[in-house]
């Protein structure tokens, strides 16, 4: 059996033992094989921008495409950014087949192995993704941003869109950054590239604003599995770049604007949220231990200011750094705000209205925003009552941590298999994790995750070490460690 194979039936048990749906019913299929491109027209609830300078930027392999960007110029130094978001409701019914599956699972699932998308390909890569030269409806949030970054007003509203470059981050980050040319989609259609240096300099600006109300810096390796005809070779470290930053900037922002939009219309809402970390004492005694101070109190403003010092100093260790930092703040969570509420808001981003709405192909709390949006402009009463709404951030919260679950452990049987051949060599280490259930390390090369099982007393979040490979389990993603004894 190849790798690749083994891999793709680890995850489906995976799926299965988490609670989620690997499949999709016959139903769902059979309304997807029936489904046809909409033919809808401009009216004047459907304003025409297939003209505008749409691109996309995702990965290179991505065809479930949720958004689209372009820029304008505006007086003084303003722009005007323009986002369009897949109308994924336009297709997807609810009640229907298709809707109850993603119901349940409430996003795709990206393993290491194989995607579990969360709608039919047939929709989620074809008549839901905002495809290259394809004709789509789509959600617009448009936004005026001021030459420092404030947003300045914003506007909600439907749009007939038209992709005209499906660009990547690989290559867009390295043109942006001076590091290689511009990819050949931006050099073959007129203008993309002034487009795109448009919107990285508004992109930055909005970091620079974030930043400034103590939004977090932080810069994360992903590994990337390797096949080669069907065996898995590696797993590739992958960082963030500019164009990554630039998708990032907009969707917060865009994702703002929705939260916005919803309480201005008396709508309740979904929204992202992200409390203030209950280990801060770690993250004072973490940044006690490289000779940086935090204060007593959370303080997202701070904990930025200790971070944007470290990357100066060791941006080499920084990955690692943010990694750590990152499992000290805890996950976030779905909750359902009522028209007067008042959400804990996102203490990582330094936001107080944020909403999930700009990946309606890949989440199912995304969908659920466009359907109170269309309702709201509309006229009508919202999609969703308040209990209900309740009992869906609860779901997805649940949901989206069993997906994560799914995937760690997809990577981790990938990572056991590549180690397999390794058992008792010695890794340098950082520890990521410290619970009832055991202390956690990350190493390098591959960068994966593994238990430690031995020689992890007095040991917590942050902490450096020499580990030696003692075991793996490929079905189970088992990956342990024991402490080197030339460990300090």
């Known amino acids: 059996m190849t790798s690749v194979i083994e891999l793709r039936a680890i995850a489906r048990r995976a799926m299965l033992a988490r609670g989620l749906l690997p499949e999709f019913s016959r139903e769902a299929l059979q309304e ?43 007086a003084g130094g303003a722009a005007r950014i323009l986002i369009a ?28 192995a194989q995607i579990f998308p969360m709608l039919p390909e047939r929709l989620s890569t ?38 005209r470059a499906k660009l990547a981050y690989g290559g867009v980050g390295a043109w942006l950054e001076g590091r290689g040319p511009a990819p ?31 939004a977090l810096t932080l810069c994360t390796i992903e590994a990337r599995p390797v096949f080669d005809s069907g065996a898995l070779t590696d797993l590739r470290a992958e960082q963030t770049n500019r164009a990554h ?55 997202p403003a701070a904990l930025n200011e200790f971070l944007l010092a470290r990357r100066a100093r060791d941006p080499t260790g920084f990955p690692d750094l943010s990694l750590s930092v990152i499992k000290l703040l805890g996950r976030g969570e779905y909750v359902a705000e009522l028209p007067g509420d ?7 981003l330094a936001v107080s209205d ?23 402009l509309a006229g009508l009463a919202p999609a969703y009552a308040a209990e209900e709404l309740a009992a869906l951030a609860a779901h997805c919260t649940q949901q989206e941590d069993s997906a994560a679950r799914v995937e760690r452990q997809v990577q981790k049987s990938a990572a056991a298999l590549l180690l397999q051949r390794r058992i008792g060599q010695e890794f340098a280490a950082l520890v990521t994790g410290v619970t009832e259930q055991g202390t956690w390390v990350r190493i390098a090369q591959p ?42």
């Open 126 to 163: 074809d008549l839901t993704s905002l495809r290259e030269g394809q004709e789509r409806p789509a959600v617009i949030i448009d936004m005026s941003i001021a030459a420092e970054g404030a947003v300045l007003a914003s506007d909600v509203y439907r749009a007939l869109v038209c992709n």
């Open 32 to 74: 997807a094989n029936r489904m046809q491109p909409l033919a809808m027209r401009p009216s004047p609830a459907m304003r025409d921008l297939r003209t505008a300078l749409w691109a996309s930027i995702d990965n290179d392999d991505s065809l479930d495409l949720d958004q689209l960007s372009v820029a304008q110029e505006l």
């Open 447 to 488: 960068a994966v995750e593994g238990k430690l099982v031995r020689g992890f007393e007095r040991l917590d979040v942050g902490d450096r070490l020499l580990v030696r490979l003692v075991h793996t389990d490929i079905e189970h993603g088992f990956i342990d460690f024991a402490r080197s004894q030339h460990s300090a």
């Open 184 to 214: 050949e989609r931006v050099a073959a259609v007129p203008g993309m590239d002034a487009q795109l240096r448009l919107q990285d300099r508004v992109a930055q600006s909005l970091r620079r604003v974030r930043q400034a109300h103590g």
């Open 245 to 299: 930053e630039l998708i990032e900037d907009f969707m917060i922002a865009a994702n703002g604007v929705t939260a916005r939009f919803l309480e201005q219309k008396g709508f309740p809402s979904l929204r992202r949220v992200l409390r203030t970390p209950q280990r801060w004492d770690r993250l004072v005694a973490l940044a006690e231990s490289l000779g940086e101070h935090l204060p007593a109190t959370p303080s």
């Open 85 to 112: 978001i897949a109308d994924v409701d336009a297709l997807v019914a609810r009640g229907s087949a298709i809707d109850e599956h993603a119901h349940q699972n409430t996003t795709s699932v990206y393993t290491a």
């Open 342 to 348: 008042h959400s804990p808001g996102h203490f990582g």
């Open 354 to 376: 944020y909403a999930h709405s700009t990946a309606p192909n890949r989440r199912f709390p995304d969908v659920i925003a466009q359907r109170l949006i269309k309702t709201a």
